[in-house]
Structure formats: structure tokens, C-alpha cells
């Protein structure tokens, strides 16, 4: 799946993905009143509401951009009935043949993230028959637990040719309050760093690891040193955009062969819309805003990449 | 809910907690047979068998009990059907009147974790409407992303009265990976226990906060220290039992107020009618097995308690 996913990027030219992070607040109001219309204002008609604007965000994108990041929290807090939003919206995405990463942050020990890794990313087994629970192609996993909780998904990622995204160090402003601690003069995230590296070895693509890394955009002094670091692993990075992170800001996440990182950005394209920049869309037009926004965000770090 | 919590352990005198943590491989062969009689060896075959074998350990074991912790993982793998069988165990849970704590270790950064928090936890928006799509009554939660992690789910807490444990010293072998690295002379975890503290010093019940945390049976001396940095923080011990963990190590992880510690048993308590000190109930009374080992663990609790 590293393999597909490198494929896509090349051929899109667009080290970028779509964060389908849907909040009830960023969906038209056409959209959400036809969802009500029909299924009341019920945890249903929230999902379908969703599901509506996710579709048709995807179907305007889906041939500019390798992969989708849905950040399942925003599906879940609308109990099974989001859920299911989630996973025909994964299920939409690989029909449109998008490399789908499940922003799923899990992370457990032993036989529970070995739950978590089939759910997700390999397959259940039932009496002598086999599912697929939520099949999406790459999930991001929390480190804290050390490797007994890494381990079982890096099994179920060599035998389903899946992959992960271990955070490392994320966008937010308080990620340092642990994250930066350092140990023997070192901070806790090139250990973890480290330990992605480490992790990736016995289950390289080509060029590439099944084992990646979250690092955001926020952060580019550090994503600087943790590229050298992890030299094989690819670079999820969060905090494009909305969360202020710069294409320029980028550079230093990409490998020389212009590989190694893809970037996303949820708020800045789902909701274009509500920008001023992309304003004269009009609400009815949103997912044209979110196509412009697509574009303008592969310009962006196209010409961050050409100067550097 | 922390009140809740330590009520019905004074009531119950039994500061244990059940883990429903069903494996296909724990479920006796009559029902399996049965549920995949009826749907197939379908996801919704197993999510059927979880249920049964579920109700059937609860029925036989809340009233000596205070709480269950369903450990969302291992109903998160068969997809959609098994996460309707969480919500049915957390449901039947609460009718039995039992504290129910989401063993979701889920975690990310604000709205994302606001949506997590208010998905288990609280309450969810649809137009005019409110929902409370899982409603746990506690959630554990993992630290790495810091405060902006942690903090959505204290405001949650706070308007609903539920609490959370976040995840401090695990009970896995490999915890001490990251969680013991010395920073500035101390191990990670005492940090991460000192912001726990920190974190529930403005949403406090009569004698405890809200902000909980997890510390392993496995680590002792380590459970001594915690102890004694979170104060007023109730401490979730996994680890019990199969783990290794015994009551006698587990005496450190309680207050002078004989509370503050809440012991987890899944595996030991859920399939103990696979265990040979059980085996005479043999197969099709395996709940009563389960009734049994729950009351040897209070026991073996309560006796080393005294004897502290």
C-alpha cells in the first residue's frame, strides 16, 4: 500500500491529502436540512448529512489527490450511526481508488491492538469465514505503550500489505508538554522517532516502510531533524492551513527524491467554502471551493518543493 | 459519577471492576453455535455471541460488583455489528445499575478530542436536538498529545459528571519504553501523574476528582509513587490476575481510606470456566465460573487489605 500510495503521488504530483473531518457546522445548509427532511434531527440525519457532504466533496477532488484522511472522532461522536457514515465514506473512497488513511489514533497491548490492527486495517475471522471490518488502507497509532502496541499492527501490516502512521510529534501547541521532554538531552520524540525507524525495517515497500510518521506542519524545525532520522519512513504531516502551517514551512519534510511526506489539510479544503478567498462559490457550490482549495494547496507546495 | 463509582464500592465492598473483553475463543461452543445459527458466521454471528455471552456474565455478577469495563476494541473489530454489541453492553450495564468505563484509550486535539469526549461521554448537537450517543460513565484516555488532548474531555466531564483515567504507567511489558525514560532525573509516567493530579484539581467530587488514571497491577513500587503524587485521583489496575498481578502487590495503589484504587480482571473473570480452579462448572454453567472468580478476587483483595 506504500508502493500505491507513492504510485498516486507521482502520478498526481500532489504530496497532499483531503482530512474528511466533517463538523455538522462546516455542511451547507441545503444539506443538512434535505438530510432532516428525511431522517429528522436524529443521530442518522447527522450521518447522512455527513455521508451527502463527503460525497460530493470527493467526487469534485477525487482525480487531483492520492488519498483521503478520515478522522473517524468526527464520525463517532455520532454513535453507530455516524460509524456507518464513516465506513461508506471509506468504502466510497477506495471505489474511487484513493489510498484511504483512518485517522483512527489507536493504541493498545497485545490482543487489543491486535483487535484494533484487523478492525481496521487486516481481516476478522468467524468460524472458517473472513471479514474486513473498516479495510482502510493505512491508520495512525499512539505510541505511548510502547512496542507491545505497535507490534501487532506492523503483523496485521505485513500480511495485508497495509500500513500506519505513528504520531511522533503532532500539530498542536501543547504536543511539547511531553512530547519535547528530554531524555539524556534529547527529546522524547526523536526516541520515538527512532523507534519508527526501528518498527520499519522487516517490513520495507520498495523504497519505503509500511511504518510512517505523524509530524506536523507546526513543527518544522523538528520535522527537519526527524526526516534525517527516519530517512525511510513516510511523513504524515497535519497543520497545513487551518492550523497555520506554510508550504515553505514543508520542505525540509520532503526526502531529495521530492518523496516521503504527505501533507494535509481538513478545515482549509472541506470547508473552503466559508472563506473569504473562496467566498464567490456560493454554499450551493461548496465542493467547487473545495476543489479550488485542492489546487491551490498543490501550488502552494509544488512551489515550496521547485525553490528549495 | 466518581461518587457513583465510590459508593457502590462501599456498598459492594469489592473496589474491583469486570473487563468485558470477549474473545470469540472465550464464548462456549453453545452459543457460538447458536448465534451463528441464527445469523450466519457473519460480523453480525459474532456481535450476537458477544451480546449473549455478555448478558449472561453480568446477570451473574452485578450484584457483587461495582462497575464493568468494556474494552471497546474487541467489539471495534467486527466492524459496526460489534460496536452495536458495545452499545448494547453498555446499555444493559447501566439498566443493571453498574458504573460502566469505556476502555477506548482514545486521544487527539481539540475538536478531535471534543468529539471523542462528547461521543462517549456527553452530549452531541443534531439541530435543535441533544443525543447521548455512548454515554459511557468513564472513559481512559492516553496523555501523549498533552493538555489539548486531555482538556475537552475535563470540560466534558465537568458539565456531564463523568470522569476519565488516562493512561499513566501501563501494565505491558514494554510500558517502560517511553514511559519510564528519565527526564530531568524522573520517569516520564511521574510526570504524566503530575499533570493527572493537576487535571483534576478543578472538577473534584466530594473526595475525588473526576481525572482518574491507570497504573499496572505489574508495577508495584511504581504504583506506590503514583499513588502518592495523584493524591485524589482514583487509579483503574489492569493487570490482575492473568497479567500476573496479585492482591498483595496491589495494597500500595490504595488510600489510607481503604479507596482510590479500582482492580480490573478480564480475561481471569470472563473465561475463567477455562481455567482448570474453575473447571468444574464446566462449559455451559461457564457464568457461574465467572461468579466464582469474581468472588476469589474480592477475597484475595479484601485479605491483603486487611493484612496492609
Keep these: 500500500m506504500i508502493q500505491k500510495l507513492i504510485d498516486k503521488i507521482q502520478k498526481t504530483n500532489a504530496p497532499i491529502v483531503v482530512g474528511l473531518d466533517p463538523m455538522l457546522s462546516y455542511i451547507p445548509a441545503q444539506i443538512q436540512k434535505k438530510a432532516f427532511g428525511e431522517y429528522g434531527e436524529t443521530l442518522k440525519g447527522a450521518a447522512e448529512a455527513i455521508w451527502q457532504f463527503n460525497k460530493e466533496i470527493i467526487d469534485k477532488t477525487y482525480d487531483l489527490i492520492p488519498a483521503v484522511k478520515p478522522q473517524i472522532a468526527m464520525y463517532e461522536q455520532f454513535g453507530i450511526e455516524g460509524l456507518m457514515a464513516f465506513k461508506k465514506t471509506v468504502d466510497y473512497c477506495k471505489e474511487k481508488d484513493l489510498v484511504v488513511i483512518g485517522d483512527v489514533k489507536r493504541g493498545d497491548i497485545g490482543s487489543t491492538s491486535a483487535a484494533y490492527a484487523v478492525g ?6 468467524v468460524g472458517e469465514k473472513e471479514y474486513a471490518p473498516f479495510d482502510e488502507d493505512f491508520a495512525t497509532v499512539n505510541p505511548y505503550l510502547g512496542t507491545d ?5 506492523v503483523d496485521v501490516c505485513k500480511e495485508h500489505k497495509k500500513g500506519i502512521f505513528v504520531l511522533v510529534k503532532t ?3 501543547s504536543s511539547g508538554e511531553f512530547q519535547d521532554r528530554l531524555v539524556d538531552g534529547r527529546p522524547l520524540y526523536e526516541l520515538v522517532g527512532e523507534q519508527v525507524a526501528k518498527w520499519g525495517e522487516d517490513c520495507m515497500g520498495e523504497t519505503y516502510s509500511y511504518v510512517g510518521a505523524v509530524v506536523g506542519a507546526t513543527y ?3 520535522g527537519k531533524i526527524l526526516r534525517k532520522i527516519m530517512p525511510k519512513s513516510f511523513i504524515l504531516v497535519p497543520g497545513y492551513g487551518a492550523q497555520g502551517g506554510k508550504g515553505a514551512d514543508l520542505v525540509h519534510f520532503f526526502n531529495e527524491d521530492g518523496l516521503g511526506a504527505i501533507v494535509n ?7 473552503a ?3 473569504e478567498k473562496y467566498a464567490g462559490y456560493g454554499e450551493a ?3 467547487e471551493a473545495s476543489r479550488a482549495a485542492v489546487e491551490d494547496m498543490i501550488q502552494d507546495i509544488s512551489t515550496a518543493l521547485q525553490n528549495r
Design 120 to 125: 481496521h486495517l487486516g481481516t476478522v475471522k
Design 220 to 222: 518544522p524545525e523538528q
Design 285 to 287: 457550490n461548496f465542493a
Design 273 to 275: 467554502w466559508k472563506q
Design 149 to 153: 502496541g505497535i507490534k501487532p499492527f
Design 265 to 271: 489539510s481538513s478545515r482549509g479544503i472541506i470547508a
Design 171 to 173: 500539530s498542536n501547541p
